[in-house]
């Protein structure tokens, strides 16, 4: 089942600020495959958000060809991008960015409302099965300022997984995150990798990165490093801090 | 998205911030409200004079001399003497149209009972006029054709006139009042009518035989009017044709002559006050839909607000796969139930308005359907128009930085 879930080539973005050109990409490629945890590295101004926009179809490439799921990004309208969000690809936030006042259900749901094809019934009862799968089904009537932080980004990550997309996409998805709840984070993460789900990962934080099976480094606009690795296991990083004397 | 779900956002998200959405309703409501109140009642000041005019006798015919031109002078009105008993009689006799005619010479004089005096017009009249004008009694009698033949020294007086004069609640039937100089004798008292349209007080009034005033006050043998009244209100312009033709052969005027009289029927007179009426009632209508566009401002406001306050969520709901026009449908519904329901609230409080002003003044309630329908139209354009730019700003949104606003 190892098929291209995103293939990029030669992906160049050119910003124009004032009168100069500022290179956020300077010819990235690289396939993922379905399947993958791969985790994207950087310092700021290394252009991987610029990357992840783009990955993510907020944003087009200047130039170059990226294809998601066999499809090619360049030659789509603003409603066909939006579509292909839609069906195809998961968010996962550092700040969450679940709607306040809305109940945990409601927030999962959003992505189904915008999907014609799947009629209330059925939007609901993803919903539920989404948040079942992150742990929080007994709290799907809490809205965002009753759940803490952790339980905040479970149900942003349930929610990117409501439309059963093709990758998700990670930004900092630990980033506003303690340590613990971070490892218990990317524990969810790998337990979706284990049921075979493409993700990938944005972070600045080489010991997040260890978790996944592959690292890309990217500095200036182009990629430094590309690698697999042999993944930590979370579970085990959080027993051993939970060992840890609390001060 | 489906409009459903559109619905149930919109109204979700109103009722998030309540008091907001009651304040930006309020200019809606007050403009509908003003809107709805204006115009029924001016439809129902229209209809109270419609239904006085009916009162006075909606059969009514007037006829009047024409104006003069004295040396290029306009005299005014009934200024000419044209009117006479000549014409009376034919109009009397040679009629099929007209039931029932009355002159009316009218004067006015200082009436003086015991040491109470009171100043009032007289009007001189035949014994057809109360039935013409829709006067009745209240006590005694009117007077006969004989008494107007004679000269009679008789009146018939209104309710204020009796208010005035016999201040010690005595009978006026029998008395004697004088005017000026001429004793008269009271032998019928009008039922109190009331003010008309234009604040007169129509119980302030002494009917006396014609003939008595003609020749005993004023030596005249001119009428200053001629009230008639047609077999029924369809039948009043035949009558005033009918009239037209005996009056103009009386006065021998030729053909492609000006006639030396006037005639009115109630219709002119209706038609000429509804005119007027309408035309207040399109004013204040356009001065209270000043507020509505205040209103609709307001709604512009606050929708601009919204959508600077949830960039945040504008761009996530991009992020995962609304289009633009998803964004721009979201707000515009918004805009639009919050008027629309302003709107209908508005109507309400209008109807409640013009229901109480109406039984405060005793006019009857008239529901404006018509207005109605207008103001619901005008608040769903106002929520479309006032509404789009802010939507509009919100669907151009880059979702990128959407996302990173805070």
Not at chain 2, 18 to 43: E, N, P, Y
Request: hydrophobic letters at 40%.
């Amino acid at each position: 089942m190892s098929n291209e879930i995103l293939k990029i080539e030669k992906l160049e973005r050119v910003f124009r600020v004032g009168s100069e050109d500022v290179h956020a990409l300077r010819g990235v490629s690289f396939t993922v495959q379905s399947g993958e945890f791969v985790s994207i590295m950087g310092t700021s101004g290394s252009g991987k958000s610029t990357l992840l926009n783009i990955l993510g179809c907020l944003d087009t490439p200047s130039s170059g060809e990226y294809i998601i799921d066999g499809v090619s990004v360049k030659s789509l309208s603003k409603n066909e991008l939006s579509e292909l969000r839609n069906r195809k690809i998961g968010f996962v936030f550092q700040n969450y960015n679940l709607l306040a006042r809305t109940t945990a259900l409601e927030n999962v749901e959003l992505p189904l409302i915008y999907n014609k094809d799947v009629p209330a019934k059925e939007r609901r009862d993803r919903a539920v099965a989404a948040l079942r799968l992150v742990g929080l089904e007994e709290r799907m009537d809490h809205t965002p300022n009753q759940l803490s932080g952790g339980q905040q980004q479970r149900v942003a990550i349930a929610r990117a997984l409501v439309n059963d997309p093709v990758i998700i996409l990670a930004d900092e998805a630990t980033g506003n995150l303690d340590t613990k709840t971070s490892y218990e984070i990317m524990s969810l993460f790998q337990d979706l990798h284990g049921q075979g789900k493409t993700i990938a990962f944005v972070t600045h934080e080489p010991d997040i990165a260890n978790f996944t099976t592959r690292k890309i480094c990217l500095r200036d606009g182009q990629i430094i490093e590309d690698k697999p690795i042999v993944p930590l296991s979370a579970i085990k990083a959080l027993e051993e801090i939970s060992k840890m004397p609390t001060e | 998205m489906n409009i459903t779900n559109l619905f149930k956002l919109a109204i979700s998200s109103l009722f998030r911030n309540k008091m907001r959405t009651l304040l930006t309703m309020l200019g809606i409501i007050i403009g509908i409200a003003s809107v709805i109140a204006m115009v029924s009642l001016g439809q129902a000041s229209t209809k109270n004079v419609q239904s006085e005019l009916s009162s006075m006798g909606s059969n009514m015919i007037m006829i009047m001399p024409a104006r003069q031109m004295r040396g290029g002078v306009n005299m005014g009105n009934a200024s000419s003497k044209s009117l006479d008993e000549n014409d009376l009689k034919s109009l009397k006799n040679n009629t099929v149209y007209v039931a029932k005619v009355s002159p009316m010479v009218a004067t006015s004089k200082q009436l003086v009972y015991g040491s109470n005096n009171h100043p009032c017009s007289i009007n001189g009249v035949s014994e057809d006029y109360l039935d013409i004008r829709k006067y009745s009694l209240k006590s005694g009698i009117m007077f006969s054709e004989e008494d107007v033949k004679r000269y009679a020294k008789v009146c018939v007086i209104g309710q204020t006139v009796v208010n005035e004069l016999f201040t010690n609640g005595e009978d006026p039937i029998g008395q004697v009042v004088r005017f000026g100089s001429i004793p008269m004798t009271v032998i019928g008292v009008l039922a109190p009518k009331g003010q008309n349209q234009m604040g007169e007080d129509q119980d302030n009034i002494v009917f006396a035989p014609y003939t008595t005033i003609q020749k005993r006050f004023s030596g005249i043998n001119y009428f200053n009017m001629i009230f008639a009244s047609a077999t029924s209100e369809e039948e009043s312009e035949m009558a005033a044709t009918e009239i037209t033709y005996i009056l103009r052969s009386n006065h021998g005027i030729k053909t492609g002559s000006n006639d030396d009289f006037e005639i009115r029927t109630q219709e002119e007179l209706v038609s000429s006050i509804n005119s007027i009426n309408k035309m207040l009632t399109m004013l204040l209508a356009a001065i209270a839909s000043i507020s509505l566009i205040v209103g609709g401002i307001g709604i512009m406001n606050i929708m601009y607000v919204t959508v600077t306050e949830r960039t945040k969520e504008i761009g996530l709901r991009m992020a995962i796969g609304a289009r633009n026009s998803d964004i721009k449908m979201q707000f515009l519904t918004e805009s639009i139930i919050l008027s629309l329901i302003g709107g209908i609230i508005g109507i309400f409080f209008g109807l409640i308005l013009s229901y109480g002003v109406s039984k405060l003044l005793n006019w009857p309630f008239v529901i404006s359907q018509k207005a109605i329908v207008i103001s619901f139209l005008v608040c769903a354009f106002t929520g479309i128009f006032f509404g789009w730019y802010p939507a509009k700003k919100a669907a151009n949104m880059d979702p990128i930085s959407a996302l990173r606003y805070e």
